[in-house]
Every structure is written in C-alpha cells, then in structure tokens.
T-cell receptor, first 117, second 115 residues
Framework: EAGVAQSPRYKIIEKRQSVAFWCNPISGHATLYWYQQILGQGPKLLIQFQNNGVVDDSQLPKDRFSAERLKGVDSTLKIQPAKLEDSAVYLC???????????????FGPGTRLTVT | AQTVTQSQPEMSVQEAETVTLSCTYDTSESDYYLFWYKQPPSRQMILVIRQEAYKQQNATENRFSVNFQKAAKSFSLKISDSQLGDAAMYFCAYRTHNQGGKLIFGQGTELSVKP
C-alpha cells in the first residue's frame, strides 16, 4: 500500500512570494490533515478535511494561507504572501475516517521543508 | 483546550541501556488516546506506541513500553535495550474523539544514543 505522498520535499522562497504544497493521501482515506511544524516544536494542525469539506481550520492564518481538497482526494496548501515566520516543515497526514479509534490511525507523509528568506 | 508538555528537550542514553522520556498532559475529557511518535531526520513521523485512556494496562510494543498514570495525567515512554536506530525526536501526542480526531503534540524530546 502506497503511503502519503507530498511534494516538493524542499522549497526556498523569498518573503512576499507565493508557494504551494501538494499532498496525495492513502487511497480510500476520507480524512486529510495539514500540520505545520516549526523548528524545535511539535506539529500544529492547520486544517482538516473530511472528504472535500473543511472540518477544522481554526488555526489557519486565513489572510495568507489557503487550502483545498477538490474531489476529496489530493489537497493543495498555498501561502501567499509568505513571511519569514512561515519557515517550517509542512506535514500532510491522512486517516480512514475521523475520530480517534485505532482503525482511524493517522499516517504521515515525509513533509515539505519551507525556507523563507 | 488540551495541552501536552514534554519537559526534556534532550536526552541521551548508552547503547543497550534503558531510557525514559516524560510527558504530561491536561484535559477535562475522560475518553481519549495518547501516542508516542518517532521522527528521524528524514522527518517521517512514525507511530511508536498507542494507549487508550480507558485501559488500565500499560501498552507494550517490543522494546517500547509506557507508564500511563491517568490521575496524574502522565504518560512516559520507556525504551529498553536502546539501539543506535532509536536516535530521533520523540513526540508525545493526545487525540480525542471530539474535534475531528486531530492530534495535539508536545514540544518533543531529542534522543541521542551513544555507542
């Protein structure tokens, strides 16, 4: 079974530029999560999708971040314009469904490391 | 809101020895799950062990075991017979049935293993 795929693995941009990250979850997984992991900290949830609907985006800086999950499969996270403090690893995870039961374990992708200069 | 705290930014252990990583959490819920994740330099987050809050028995996975103290809201990870491949960042995480099942992570503990 293929895991969660993310691209690119690395991205370096200048502040005020825009950037987009792509995530392809495990086939059949209804729930998709984007986490932001700043260096030296644990991951923090930015947005959660259930199929193509948003479940939780309470910690997403909506003035510059946007995300979509068209057709309930792949997802794209965009930052426009980027700030220095956006430098972080962006992790995508997916699970069969919402909820915390063991059968709904979250599987993580390898992440995208963003550096904003 | 739930919080997870890891008070040890760095830990070190000699190969083949035992090490314990600490984690405390705060919640008003009675039903939840706790996890330990390992994140090597490759950044891939790997599930190490899971504990259901309603289970009194501590979870064990081969060389990894937990000490779950629900009343004290403490959840430590013990790694026995440490191996060089255990070197990584370790994150304690909380997950509730509510809030869509999102994970709430601690700050992490960087474990180094000395040969």
């Amino acid at each position: 079974e293929a895991g969660v795929a993310q691209s690119p693995r690395y991205k370096i941009i200048e502040k005020r530029q825009s950037v987009a990250f792509w995530c392809n979850p495990i086939s059949g997984h209804a729930t998709l999560y984007w986490y932001q992991q700043i260096l030296g900290q644990g991951p923090k949830l930015l947005i959660q999708f259930q199929n193509n609907g948003v479940v939780d985006d309470s910690q997403l800086p909506k003035d510059r971040f946007s995300a979509e999950r068209l057709k309930g499969v792949d997802s794209t996270l965009k930052i426009q314009p980027a700030k220095l403090e956006d430098s972080a690893v962006y992790l995508c995870a997916s699970s069969l469904n919402m909820g915390a039961t063991p059968s709904y374990e979250q599987y993580f992708g390898p992440g995208t490391r963003l550096t904003v200069t | 809101a739930q919080t997870v705290t890891q008070s040890q930014p760095e830990m070190s252990v000699q190969e083949a020895e035992t090490v314990t990583l600490s984690c405390t959490y705060d919640t008003s819920e009675s039903d939840y799950y706790l996890f330990w994740y390992k994140q090597p330099p490759s950044r891939q987050m790997i599930l190490v062990i899971r504990q259901e809050a309603y289970k009194q028995q501590n979870a064990t996975e081969n060389r990894f075991s937990v000490n779950f103290q629900k009343a004290a809201k403490s959840f430590s990870l013990k790694i026995s017979d440490s191996q060089l491949g255990d070197a990584a960042m370790y994150f304690c995480a909380y997950r509730t049935h509510n809030q869509g099942g999102k994970l709430i992570f601690g700050q992490g503990t960087e474990l180094s293993v000395k040969p």
